[in-house]
């Protein structure tokens, strides 16, 4: 079963000295989503899920999934991408967003998953709109009692 959501999800790739990145934006208007459909993809639910975007430019697809491979991966077909996770990166990715909605803040501002394939074989980098601030070098010394 896939679960389809025609919400706004923005996705923009880069390259950076030969290496691919792709960063994926999750808007807090749809962090209760997001999180809600990677743990029914970690639960077994479903099978994937699909983020349908429409704008005045282009029809964007963006797929996710779970898949038993060593590595996530990406891959782009025609105006779709599909972004197959491990399952210790759907957890750490989901325990991440979990603990954004619950706090309704980020520890940090993303979060990057090494991926591998033939479209992107550098990192994936999700981004989200509302994390605390960077802890000073001072700060992060005084906190492991390094002075």
Excluded at 2 to 8: A, G, I, N, Y
Excluded at 64 to 90: A, C, M, P, W, Y
Excluded at 91 to 113: N, S, T
Aim: with cysteine; aromatic share 8%.
């Amino acid at each position: 079963m896939k679960k389809f959501l025609d919400l706004p999800l923005v996705v923009d790739s880069l390259t950076i000295e030969q290496q691919s990145s792709l960063r994926i934006h999750i808007p807090r208007t749809i962090v209760k989503d997001w999180s809600l459909c990677l743990q029914l993809l970690q639960e077994s639910l479903i099978d994937s899920f699909i983020f349908r975007h429409n704008s005045l430019e282009s029809r964007r697809i963006v797929e996710f999934q779970l898949e038993t491979v060593s590595q996530s991966n990406v891959k782009e077909i025609s105006n779709r991408i599909i972004i197959g996770f491990t399952t210790r990166d759907l957890d750490f990715i989901r325990h991440f967003f979990l603990r954004y909605y619950r706090d309704g803040v980020a520890e940090v501002d993303h979060i990057d998953i090494e991926t591998s394939g033939d479209t992107y074989s550098g990192y994936i980098t999700i981004l989200v709109e509302e994390s605390v601030p960077p802890v000073s070098p001072d700060e992060a010394s005084r906190r492991l009692n390094m002075k």
